[in-house]
């Protein structure tokens, strides 16, 4: 069987009534009945990209953040207050999964969960690179033993089997991928991994007639690639596409030389598993499977969000979709050759 990603299909176009894109709705549902988002696009939780700063501003523009946890206790809770104060918003407007946080594996994991729990967090993201691993089936139950109003989403997961039994422990969300982030080097450096597009396909096999809900996490370039997982998943979480902008951590470089009218600035970009996160998280710099870049500085991380949301209200449009619900009976898609790829700009 031949596995594919986002660049080996298209989706078909089909009759619509639809007058205007703007008339798309986007909201979608991530595991809970009072948890919708308007927009189905999610921060990366990765140190490069989400803290409260980007939390707040998905937030605004109607998708999710998910705070990184490569930090103290003491400052991932002072992220996550920042992050709710931040929003300077009518309280009606904000509820329990209005931010996300991040948990690992570890046995000293339950010390930052408890702490922000405490603080008011309850949408849960244990974060490992593999999740079908017994330290994750411990977190969740762990998790499961002490609460009983989280959201735990879990994952990188990529099989049938993974979806499965990260059900059967506990899990809300599934977050699907391994190996597909522009700044991860897992399948290169380990040989392990699956096509996006059909880890998708796989997982979704499992959870389709349930309410549990998938994150595709990882392989997005374009706003297509979007609307491509969303025939699968429930939302789509995003790192390389925010890199680079104001919201993100971080500080902005100047390019060398003097010459002030070809100045350019960037950002560093790199997974969490890159030498440099590690190094900064006090873990051991060994054997890593992600790599640093630098990314052009790109502003505001609102126009970019705008861009996306555009992109896929069209999408929608040309499948005859109101909203993703419609749009998951209706999608049709199709493999593509390296011809097609070519003439489709992919």
Not at 5 to 25: A, G, K
Not at 233 to 261: I, R, S, W
Not at 263 to 270: A, E, I, L, M
Request: glycine content about 10%; charged content about 20%.
């Amino acid at each position: 069987m031949s596995l594919i990603t986002f660049n080996d299909i298209c989706i078909d176009s089909q009759y619509s009534e639809v007058t205007h894109r703007s008339n798309v709705d986007l909201t979608t549902n991530l595991g809970s009945p009072d948890f919708n988002i308007k927009f189905p696009v999610i921060s990366a939780n990765m140190p490069d990209i989400t803290e409260h700063k980007m939390a707040i501003e998905m937030f605004l523009n109607g998708g999710l953040g998910i705070i990184h946890r490569f930090m103290s206790i003491e400052e991932n809770v002072n992220q996550f207050n920042l992050a709710i104060h931040g929003m300077n918003i009518e309280p009606t407007r904000l509820n329990k999964y209005s931010v996300g946080v991040s948990v690992g594996v570890n046995d000293s994991e339950r010390e930052r969960f408890t702490k922000l729990y405490e603080a008011g967090a309850r949408l849960f993201c244990i974060d490992i690179a593999h999740g079908h691993t017994i330290m994750m089936k411990n977190m969740i139950k762990w998790i499961k033993s002490q609460v009983s109003d989280v959201v735990i989403i879990a994952g990188n997961i990529a099989t049938k089997e993974a979806a499965e039994d990260l059900i059967e422990w506990g899990a809300t969300t599934l977050k699907a991928g391994i190996g597909p982030g522009l700044v991860c080097r897992t399948r290169s450096n380990t040989g392990v991994g699956k096509p996006q597009f059909s880890a998708l396909q796989e997982i979704y096999e499992v959870t389709k007639n349930s309410t549990i809900k998938i994150i595709s996490d990882g392989g997005i370039k374009t706003a297509g690639d979007i609307a491509k997982a969303l025939i699968y998943a429930d939302a789509v979480m995003v790192g390389a596409v925010l890199a680079g902008t104001t919201e993100t951590p971080g500080f902005v470089y100047a390019t060398e030389g003097t010459d002030l009218t070809n100045r350019t600035y960037y950002k560093s970009y790199g997974g969490s598993a890159s030498a440099e996160n590690k190094v900064k998280s006090g873990q051991v710099n060994r054997f890593v499977e992600g790599e640093m870049k630098k990314i052009p500085f790109k502003g505001h991380a609102k126009y970019l969000l705008r861009e996306i949301k555009d992109g896929l209200q069209s999408s929608l449009s040309y499948t005859g979709a109101m909203n993703l619900l419609e749009y998951k009976k209706k999608v049709k898609w199709y493999n593509i050759s390296g011809a097609g790829r070519t003439e489709s700009k992919l």
